[in-house]
């Protein structure tokens, strides 16, 4: 990423972020003090994570994509395990994210709740405080609740779009340049190459 703009960092305190080098973090995202993100982390455009009351952890594999915002109250953290995935424009305050986890799209997680392993939150979810979703269960609704269990080939689904996201690391590190706008597309313009994931409702009717 020789060139590229770097992400916004700032300490607080005397506390520094830390990203580790096989991490990519937008240049737009913002980071502030106590966050710490892990090996072929992904963070998106616009991303807020804010370590100036509570620590952030963003652990190994794990991706928060664009608009979303981590914080936390005074000493404690919100923490997204190994491969937790959260999705666009979701918002967690002290809550934790198990591995293998996700968070839906403008889905709200609150302080204490626990989103136990390979679980998911639904988009648009309101997860109250002190919640616990069970691993391998789906919780939806304002507020949420658990709906059921998850199968075999729903948790497949997420895994697989987590591993797209590690793979954007790679792709953003290594193609991602700042550039000028075309002013209209070539007649033969290629497509990225972005893997074979589709939604899950096409996956699982």
């Given at each position: 990423m020789s060139g590229f703009p770097r992400p916004r960092v700032y300490a607080i305190d005397g506390v520094v972020p830390v990203v580790?080098?096989?991490a990519f973090v937008h240049p737009s995202a913002v980071l502030i003090g106590d966050v710490v993100i892990g090996p072929g982390c992904y963070v998106g455009p616009c991303a807020s994570l804010r370590g100036d009351f509570g620590r952030i952890v963003l652990e190994a594999g794990s991706n928060v994509q664009d608009n979303c915002t981590l914080h936390a109250f005074p000493g404690l953290d919100a923490v997204v395990e190994e491969d937790g995935h959260i999705g666009?424009?979701?918002?967690?305050?002290?809550?934790?994210?198990r591995r293998n986890a996700l968070v839906g799209m403008n889905a709200v997680v609150m302080d204490g709740a626990v989103v136990e392993e390979s679980a998911i939150v639904a988009a648009m979810a309101f997860v109250k405080a002190g919640f616990r979703v069970?691993?391998?269960?789906?919780?939806?609704?304002?507020?949420?609740?658990?709906?059921?269990?998850?199968?075999?080939?729903?948790?497949?689904?997420k895994s697989e779009g987590t591993r797209d996201y590690q793979r954007l690391v790679a792709r953003s590190a290594?193609?991602?340049?700042?550039?000028?706008p075309l002013s209209e597309p070539e007649a033969d313009r290629p497509r990225v190459d972005a893997g074979t994931s589709k939604p899950l409702y096409t996956v699982k009717p």
């Open positions: 580790h080098p096989d666009h424009g979701a918002v967690l305050h002290g809550c934790i994210v069970p691993a391998r269960h789906l919780a939806a609704g304002l507020p949420a609740r658990v709906l059921r269990p998850l199968d075999d080939a729903e948790i497949a689904w290594a193609t991602m340049v700042a550039c000028d």
